[in-house]
């Protein structure tokens, strides 16, 4: 089985300030895969990146940067400089090779005030 | 173009209408996926086709069928429906199935409410 917890269900905070959005999951499998989607008031997921579980790296595009942890099984999401824009419901989703199955965390709703 | 369009973007259904959601994509992809969203809750998944063929239904009761006509449609039909049914209802599509290191595209949803 495979679980995902987001523990901070709202987040609000002032433009410009960099804000963290942690993602932990668990899985017994050695081979996954760690998803982020944003979900803007529209209502449409809006996909922001895909990692394997054998990358390490950390990466970075534009004011978002994300910190895989495989040790301590994070995926954490850091948004630098936030803005306005920026506020929406963000999930963190596992899935396991085969699974065919794209399993959402709870979602954090972040908002940015001016 | 990385498009996932559905129609209509708001239902509003009586519980012995029938009403089918539309849901088309032309990225090639062979994978399409019904979801269902409640307010403030993450999105539940509902149908898995891969080319074309169902395969996982998470025990989503018979007032809810699926159709993949071809590889770029995908259809709910909905009969018979509950005012709890009430949701809105994300489609998406990726280049094969899910787990096989591809990311999923969704459409803006639709957004039903049954009477």
């Known amino acids: 089985a495979q679980k995902v917890t987001q523990a901070q269900t709202e987040i609000s905070v002032v433009e410009k300030e960099d804000v963290t959005l942690d993602c932990v999951y668990e899985?017994?499998?050695?081979?996954?895969?760690l998803f982020w989607y944003k979900q803007p008031p529209s209502g449409e997921l809006v996909f922001l990146i895909r990692?394997?579980?054998?990358?390490?790296q950390n990466e970075i595009s534009g004011r978002y940067s994300w910190n895989f942890q495989k040790s301590t099984s994070s995926f954490n999401f850091t948004i630098t400089a936030s803005q306005v824009v920026d506020s929406a419901v963000y999930f963190c989703?596992?899935?396991?090779?085969?699974?065919?199955?794209?399993?959402f965390g709870q979602g954090t709703r972040l908002t940015i005030n001016p | 173009d990385t498009e996932v369009t559905q129609t209509p973007k708001h239902l509003v259904m009586g519980m012995t209408n029938k009403k089918s959601l539309k849901c088309e994509q032309h990225m090639g992809h062979r994978a399409m996926y019904w979801y269902k969203q409640k307010a403030k809750k993450p999105p539940e998944l509902m149908f898995v086709y891969s080319y074309e063929k169902l395969s996982i239904n998470e025990s989503v009761p018979s007032r809810f069928s699926p159709e993949c006509p071809n590889s770029s449609l995908l259809n709910l039909h909905l009969h018979a429906l509950q005012p709890e049914d009430s949701a809105l209802y994300l489609c998406?599509?990726?280049?094969?199935?899910?787990?096989?290191?591809?990311?999923?595209?969704f459409g803006q949803g639709t957004r039903l409410t049954v009477v």
């Open positions: 998406a599509s990726s280049q094969d199935r899910a787990g096989l290191n591809t990311e999923a595209f």
């Open positions: 899985t017994r499998d050695t081979t996954y895969y």
């Open positions: 989703a596992p899935i396991i090779q085969g699974a065919q199955k794209l399993v």
């Open positions: 990692r394997n579980s054998f990358d390490e």
